[in-house]
């Protein structure tokens, strides 16, 4: 069976390579004699493995022990929430940038918590770019800053990070983060669905100042306290297994490839092709976001025509490219660009691509 070339925003495309050491391995992995997904998180095969995984994060990302790293459940959209209920009081005030569709998530999780200062948004221009640092109006008592690098629906990007002075700056790095070189002591506190650059759903990654771990947040059930998963090592409750085992393996392949800032020039060489493609169409193809704010991870475009939609959306899966269908809330196309996603495959998308201008131009 041949496999087809994926740009679905997630769960997404994982490396081939991952795939193919997790196959061998489905029914016995490590000498076991069962697979990692019949086997308790406390043994020793599991808990070793978990400990490698977290050694090979921190290698890959450059973490340094003042921060926690957490393998944790409920995706990062359970975590806008649990972020106000840990690291605010009630009657606090946190600032968060809006940016697009999970920024406003974010926006309306913490609501019921915490004062949302909406420090900064890019409503009024319909979200195709990211507000000027300096039209930002921060709380100097806030909590914290909460923001999203990477908008997965608009197509926008942060391409360096934020000042927020001596504030917690939070990401939500879902669909960026692994992407390139990063620098966490700017960061109070990282966290990142899995499904985009790391592995399978079902597992949210989460990068934490110690220090923010002591804070008093408010009354809540354990699962839900930050301090009480990193004093467990994330075993409070009986992990996602599989997905932990499927992390590492992605940590492993992305060490071996170079690290970080090899695959941040993959990343480019991607974007640079797709967006190149675009614009070069003669207007055929469009892309609505600012050039300075264009992601490198997800790219939405439209037709000249909206009456072609179909036509591109049936031919490109006849040709092998899948999920380029854009998200409801901005229609038109979206190719996600994600690690795992290859030179070859954006090759065979733009080739696509100008052959379809070409006969319906």
């Given at each position: 069976?041949?496999?087809?070339?994926?740009?679905?925003?997630?769960p997404a495309?994982?490396?081939?390579?991952?795939l193919?050491?997790?196959?061998?391995?489905?029914?016995e992995?490590?000498?076991?004699?069962?697979?990692?997904m019949?086997?308790?998180?406390?043994?020793?095969r599991?808990?070793?493995?978990?400990?490698?995984?977290?050694?090979?994060?921190?290698?890959?990302?450059?973490?340094?022990d003042?921060?926690?790293?957490?393998?944790?459940?409920?995706?990062a959209?359970?975590?806008?929430a649990?972020?106000?209920?840990?690291?605010?009081?009630?009657?606090?005030?946190?600032?968060?940038?809006?940016?697009?569709h999970?920024?406003?998530?974010?926006i309306?999780?913490?609501?019921?918590?915490?004062?949302?200062?909406v420090?900064?948004?890019?409503?009024?221009?319909d979200?195709?770019?990211i507000?000027?640092?300096?039209?930002w109006?921060?709380?100097?008592?806030?909590?914290?800053?909460?923001y999203?690098?990477?908008?997965?629906?608009?197509?926008v990007?942060f391409?360096s990070?934020?000042?927020?002075?001596?504030?917690?700056?939070?990401?939500?790095?879902?669909?960026?983060?692994?992407?390139?070189?990063?620098?966490?002591?700017?960061?109070?506190?990282?966290?990142?669905?899995?499904?985009?650059?790391?592995?399978p759903?079902?597992?949210?990654?989460?990068?934490?100042r110690?220090?923010?771990?002591?804070?008093?947040?408010?009354?809540?059930?354990?699962?839900?306290?930050?301090a009480?998963?990193?004093?467990n090592?994330?075993?409070?409750?009986?992990?996602?297994?599989?997905?932990?085992?499927?992390?590492g393996?992605?940590f492993?392949?992305?060490?071996?490839?170079?690290g970080l800032?090899?695959?941040?020039?993959r990343?480019?060489?991607?974007?640079?092709?797709?967006?190149?493609?675009?614009?070069?169409?003669?207007?055929?193809?469009?892309?609505?976001?600012?050039?300075s704010?264009?992601?490198?991870?997800?790219?939405?475009?439209?037709?000249q025509?909206?009456a072609?939609?179909?036509?591109?959306?049936?031919?490109?899966?006849?040709?092998?490219?899948?999920?380029?269908?854009?998200?409801?809330a901005?229609?038109?196309?979206?190719?996600?660009?994600?690690?795992?996603?290859?030179?070859?495959?954006?090759?065979?998308?733009?080739?696509?691509?100008?052959d379809?201008?070409?006969?319906?131009?």
């Amino acid at each position: 069976m041949s496999r087809i070339w994926n740009f679905s925003a997630g769960p997404a495309a994982m490396p081939q390579e991952v795939l193919e050491r997790a196959q061998r391995e489905m029914l016995e992995w490590n000498g076991s004699g069962a697979s990692v997904m019949e086997q308790s998180h406390r043994g020793k095969r599991f808990v070793e493995m978990a400990a490698q995984t977290e050694a090979d994060l921190r290698t890959l990302v450059g973490i340094s022990d003042d921060y926690a790293v957490l393998f944790l459940q409920g995706g990062a959209t359970q975590l806008f929430a649990q972020i106000p209920m840990n690291l605010a009081a009630a009657g606090d005030t946190a600032d968060y940038i809006d940016t697009g569709h999970w920024s406003r998530k974010a926006i309306s999780e913490a609501a019921p918590y915490i004062h949302v200062n909406v420090a900064a948004s890019a409503k009024a221009d319909d979200y195709r770019s990211i507000p000027a640092r300096d039209t930002w109006q921060l709380d100097p008592g806030a909590s914290y800053v909460h923001y999203t690098p990477n908008e997965t629906i608009h197509g926008v990007e942060f391409h360096s990070v934020p000042e927020v002075d001596s504030v917690p700056l939070i990401a939500d790095m879902s669909s960026s983060i692994l992407s390139e070189p990063l620098d966490v002591s700017r960061f109070g506190l990282i966290y990142a669905g899995a499904q985009k650059n790391i592995g399978p759903s079902g597992l949210v990654l989460m990068i934490v100042r110690r220090d923010l771990l002591a804070r008093a947040g408010r009354p809540m059930a354990k699962i839900f306290r930050f301090a009480e998963q990193a004093s467990n090592d994330s075993m409070l409750n009986t992990p996602n297994t599989w997905g932990w085992y499927l992390a590492g393996l992605t940590f492993q392949w992305l060490n071996a490839l170079g690290g970080l800032p090899v695959m941040a020039e993959r990343n480019r060489a991607k974007a640079e092709l797709l967006y190149g493609t675009i614009d070069g169409s003669g207007g055929f193809y469009r892309n609505p976001v600012a050039v300075s704010a264009r992601s490198r991870m997800n790219v939405p475009f439209t037709l000249q025509d909206s009456a072609l939609d179909a036509s591109f959306l049936k031919q490109s899966e006849e040709a092998g490219l899948l999920a380029l269908k854009g998200h409801k809330a901005v229609g038109g196309m979206r190719a996600s660009l994600y690690n795992a996603v290859s030179l070859e495959a954006v090759q065979a998308l733009t080739t696509f691509m100008r052959d379809f201008a070409r006969q319906h131009g």
